[in-house]
């Protein structure tokens, strides 16, 4: 315990846990940066194509930042958090078309579920010491088989025709409105949520005990790191935020299916928002999802070119590996004033 202790201090020396640490021009350039957020989605004159990009925006940038607590700060390398993405949406949407229950309650349901699928898969895995390309390999398998248990269960799920979800009006008890701008600000706030989670937990013991193992797991453990329980911990936090987010996603769309919510490019995607940031900060995932986002609805939407926003993430991804492994963010990791900002 006093290797531990002596990490975590001198870990703390180099990143104070407070905001205020922070440069004064980062803080006012982030409150001027949300307050325009806040702005752009008030007047009427605005498209909603931008409103709604501005959601996606928000969304991938929350996946990815749940990812990073598990991934990019504990090394868990999963590829299949598509899977409760897919949880959360079926779990929220089934429990109000079969049983009228609201989106909210089943959003905390599918939260539950999620993190029971997750320790589920990750106990076994951390117990017996299956860690990076192992790891991601089960996490693969186990999204493929979540995706064809609910494509198969078709007098429940829809399966691939998919289940439409019914639209009742103005009834912000059943997470719908006729003002498109709500679900901006819904997505808004559970972004700002997320990144404060992340952030949170970056600078708690927790985390210094997830950094820890990702960065020399013996190690962690000769100093008392409980390796399994603290991998666990963090894969069940990632996956019931994701799934959280995937309630959100349904009741945006009003319509699920396994192609939306579970197919693995969408888990492809958002570890891309994360690494493209850089996984290893909180502030990684919404640098990438603010960049990304945007490039692929124009593509999809100017290019005749059939999945022309699929190369270019594929493209980018193989740049980020051979050119920039640290993301945009890693380019700051040697300055100790912005490090202590980007949480690396």
Known sequence: MRATRSTEQGESARLPSGIGAAPLSFRV????ILLGLVIFA????????????????FWFASLGTAWTISCGYGGM???GNAAFVGTGAYTSTL????????????????????????????YPAFRFGLRGDYFALITIAFSGIVYELVNGASGITGGGQGKPIRVLGDRPWLFQFTDR???YYIAMAM???TVVVAYRIRHSRFGYKLLAIRDDEPAAARAGINGTTVKLVGFVITAAITAALGTFYAQLILFIDPGSVLALDLSVTLILMAVLGGMASYLGATVGAFILVPLSQWLAANTAVAGADLFAN??????????????????????PRWR?????
């Open 29 to 32: 350039a982030s409150v001027v």
């Open 42 to 57: 008030i007047p009427d004159s605005i498209p909603f194509y931008y409103k709604q990009v501005g959601i996606l925006i």
């Open 77 to 79: 390398f999963s590829i």
């Open 95 to 122: 429990l109000f078309l079969h049983f009228q229950i609201s989106p909210w309650l089943g959003m905390v349901v599918g939260m539950a579920l999620a993190a029971l699928l997750a320790a589920g898969v990750g």
């Open 181 to 183: 701008r709500i679900y």
């Open 191 to 193: 972004w700002l949520l």
């Open 314 to 335: 594929g493209l980018i991804l193989v740049l980020l590996m051979l050119y920039m492994p640290h993301g945009i963010l890693g380019l700051l990791r040697n300055s």
């Open 340 to 344: 202590r900002v980007v949480g690396w």
